[in-house]
Each structure stands twice: as structure tokens, then as C-alpha cells.
T-cell receptor, first 110, second 114 residues
Framework: KNEVEQSPQNLTAQEGEFITINCSYS?????LHWLQQHPGGGIVSLFM???GKKKHGRLIATINIQEKHSSLHITASHPRDSAVYIC????????????FGKGTHLIIQP | EAQVTQNPRYLITVTGKKLTVTCSQN?????MSWYRQDPGLGLRQIYY???????DKGDVPEGYKVSRKEKRNFPLILESPSPNQTSLYFC?????????????FGQGTRLTVV
């Protein structure tokens, strides 16, 4: 089974800072997802990617398939970005879907 | 609006009292799945369903049952809940097995078993 590691586990930053969250996995994948979970709320899909880079507003996700590594970047961070960010991978082996990282708890202070 | 709806959002119950957490999606998705989320462990899959009447165990199925009689509904049943099932539960759906398409998650159900 794929092992998914995220770093850092916790991150506190000031508003406006550039944020980077990292995800590495142990076995080749067919797709990687970045998810966002707000306190007390549900989980929202941010990105699904299998190569290269995707951008949505202030969020950018990149993946390096050879290095088995992905990063999620947040530019001009804002307190509303405070959430848990979860990396999940699909190893493509069957119908059981995603393997999840433990999440990165991000706090953006005003 | 495309959504996955779970009910209830919060539930406190006693050991041994059967309960059902409902999950419904309005996107005609074939694939649905249940997860539990525990501190330090992340999300772990309980059961999944590829389509109506097709269900299978995930990583942590013990103590849970599911059914898929209609495409839109995928209830999670705890026949005899125990305190170690206290957790945050999420239902998810997708057009195909999660990972190959965007996944849609419910708002979560926080269950406490005393």
C-alpha cells in the first residue's frame, strides 16, 4: 500500500506570506489530490493532478512524478486559508480509491 | 447544486444502540465510499460501493455495515456501536473509483459513543 507523508504537520504564518505544503508518496500513482478541510466543516477537493502544475486563484499545485512528490502553494495567504490540507493519492491498483496523508494544519494570523 | 448530504451532522449515542448515518448524492455517481477520520491517523476507508448492490470492505470495516439499494443512497449502519467507533465520518462520491475523478465529500458526521 502507498505511504503518503505530508510536511509540515502544523504551520502558522502571517497574512500575506507564501505558503508551501509538501506531500511525498512511496509508490507510483495515477493521480494525486489536494483536499481542504475547514474546522467543523466538510472536505472540498482543490486539485486533481497527474503531471505538471495546476493553478486556481491563489492556489498552485505541482507534482514531480519521478521524485514522487507534490507541493501545494498558497500565494498572498489570508486568514480564510486557515484549514487542514490533505494530500491523497490513487495508486491505480483497484476500486478502493484513495490513500490519504495525515494532513497539514495551517493557521494564517492577521 | 451538486452535493453529498450526510445526516445527522452530530450524534451522541450509547454503547450497543443501533444507528444509521445516511448519505445521499444528487450527481448520479456510481462510486460511493465511507471514511472515518481520527486524530493522528487521517482518513481511513470503511466501505465502498462501485454501483447499486455492489459493495466491498475498505481498510477498517469491522463493526460497520452498508447497503446500496439505490444509486443515490449509501447508508452506514452500526449494529452495536462501541466507544472505539467515536470518530468523524465522511461519505464521498465520484463518477468512478475515487482518485480517477474529482471526489465530492459530505459535511461529515461527528459520532460520540458513550
Amino acid at each position: 500500500k502507498n505511504e503518503v507523508e505530508q510536511s509540515p504537520q502544523n504551520l502558522t504564518a502571517q497574512e500575506g506570506e507564501f505558503i508551501t505544503i509538501n506531500c511525498s508518496y512511496s509508490v507510483g500513482i495515477s493521480a494525486l489530490h489536494w483536499l481542504q478541510q475547514h474546522p467543523g466543516g466538510g472536505i472540498v477537493s482543490l486539485f486533481m493532478l497527474s503531471s505538471g502544475k495546476k493553478k486556481h486563484g491563489r492556489l498552485i499545485a505541482t507534482i514531480n512524478i519521478q521524485e514522487k512528490h507534490s507541493s501545494l502553494h498558497i500565494t498572498a495567504s489570508h486568514p480564510r486559508d486557515s484549514a487542514v490540507y490533505i494530500c491523497a493519492v490513487d495508486s491505480g491498483g483497484g476500486a478502493d480509491g484513495l490513500t490519504f496523508g495525515k494532513g497539514t494544519h495551517l493557521i494564517i494570523q492577521p | 447544486e451538486a452535493q453529498v448530504t450526510q445526516n445527522p451532522r452530530y450524534l451522541i449515542t450509547v454503547t450497543g444502540k443501533k444507528l444509521t448515518v445516511t448519505c445521499s448524492q444528487n450527481m448520479n455517481h456510481e462510486y460511493m465510499s465511507w471514511y472515518r477520520q481520527d486524530p493522528g491517523l487521517g482518513l481511513r476507508q470503511i466501505y465502498y460501493s462501485m454501483n447499486v448492490e455492489v459493495t466491498d470492505k475498505g481498510d477498517v470495516p469491522e463493526g460497520y455495515k452498508v447497503s446500496r439499494k439505490e444509486k443515490r443512497n449509501f447508508p452506514l449502519i452500526l449494529e452495536s456501536p462501541s466507544p472505539n467507533q467515536t470518530s468523524l465520518y465522511f461519505c464521498a462520491s465520484s463518477p468512478s473509483p475515487l482518485g480517477r475523478d474529482e471526489a465530492f465529500f459530505g459535511q461529515g458526521t461527528r459520532l460520540t459513543v458513550v
